[in-house]
Structure formats: C-alpha cells, structure tokens
Nanobody, 125 residues
Framework: HVELVESGGGSVQAGGSLRLSCTTS????????MGWFRQAPGKQREGVAS???????NYADSVKSRFTISRDNAKNTLYLQMNSLTPEDAAMYYC???????????????????WGQGSQVTISS
C-alpha cells in the first residue's frame, strides 16, 4: 500500500515563496516517476512538474524558471520549491507517483496511480 502526504502549503503574499513536501510510505522505488499537480476552484487539474528517477524534470510553461521539483530518494520525499508566486498559482496542490518504465511526464495525468490528499496554497495580492 502506497501513501503520499503533502505538507508545506499555506498563505503567502504575491512575490513570496513556499516549499511543498510530499512524503511517501509504502514502497516507492527510485525508478518511480513523481509529479506535482494543482487544481484551482472552477478549473481543471493541471500538471505542474514531474521528475524521473534519474533527475530528469519537466515543467509546465506557466511555472518554468519559478518552480523547482526535486526528490530525495533516501528520504522518500518529493519537493516543490515555488518562488515568485502570483495569485494565478493559488490552488490545491497534489503530489502523485507511478512506477515508470522510463517515461516520466506530468502528461497524461492518468499515468499517475497514486495521489496525495492535497495541500492548499493561497496567494494574497
């Protein structure tokens, strides 16, 4: 049984930073693909970033150069460093994972088998 638990969300002013963490329990091997997704009220869920076992990353255009995804396999933890936050970044953020055969990207989201419960990020202007 695999569980993902997000933490680190909260409220921050526009221009500020937050770091989300996602701790995993159960077996998540280093070969697993992990990603971050977000969903704002009234909007569809969107992929934010993904990271493969070898450290290869992918980012949505809207967060490139502002967000950084990383993982610590020894600690079974995934991170999302978010800088220069704007009100458009406000959403519920979810981490997700699946056992990869080499391909790792946040699209399509259907590939991701395991999901956390989410961590709320609020941005005040």
């Amino acid at each position: 049984h695999v569980e993902l638990v997000e933490s680190g969300g909260g409220s921050v002013q526009a221009g500020g930073s937050l770091r989300l963490s996602c701790t995993t329990s159960g077996y998540i091997g280093s070969s697993w693909c992990m990603g971050w997704f977000r969903q704002a009220p009234g909007k569809q869920r969107e992929g934010v970033a993904s990271i493969n076992y070898d450290g290869t990353t992918n980012y949505a255009d809207s967060v490139k150069s502002r967000f950084t995804i990383s993982r610590d396999n020894a600690k079974n933890t995934l991170y999302l460093q978010m800088n220069s936050l704007t009100p458009e970044d406000a959403a519920m953020y979810y981490c997700a994972a699946f056992e990869s055969n080499g391909y790792c990207h946040f699209y399509p989201a259907i590939d991701f088998r395991y999901w956390g419960q989410g961590s709320q990020v609020t941005i005040s202007s």
